[in-house]
């Protein structure tokens, strides 16, 4: 079982810039991918980006590519989502998820553990 704790949400204006974070647990011998997602209210839950183990792959959302940027901190002790020129439409819930897996997904089942999510809200 893996505890995952996202951090970093919070109110911003529109074009603002915010940083999520996500601890992902105690180490590990077996390797793993993470990915992040969004729920906004009255919506499925979406995928945001997600990263493999190695750091070399990763992959976005059309709707968040080129704004957002998804990397890992050099221990593997957490996972970043860098969020640039934030709009209305960002407004949600925000998940980390991991996967026992090197390689990264993109559908929500593919996930194995997730946490509980962090808010964030963009004020226009």
């Known amino acids: 079982q893996r505890q995952l704790v996202e951090s970093g949400g919070g109110l911003v204006q529109a074009g603002d810039s915010l940083r999520l974070s996500c601890a992902t647990g105690?180490?590990?011998?077996?390797?793993?991918?993470m990915g992040w997602f969004r729920q906004a209210p009255g919506k499925e839950r979406e995928f945001v980006a997600s990263i493999d183990w190695t750091g070399l792959k990763t992959y976005y959302a059309d709707s968040v590519k080129g704004r957002f940027a998804i990397s890992w901190d050099n221990a593997k002790s957490a996972v970043y989502l860098q969020m640039s020129s934030l709009k209305d439409d960002d407004t949600a819930v925000y998940y980390c998820?991991?996967?026992?897996?090197?390689?990264?997904?993109?559908?929500?089942?593919?996930?194995?553990?997730w946490g509980q999510g962090t808010q964030v809200t963009i004020s226009s």
């Open positions: 105690p180490r590990t011998l077996s390797s793993f991918s």
């Open positions: 998820a991991s996967r026992w897996s090197t390689i990264a997904a993109i559908t929500a089942h593919e996930y194995d553990y």
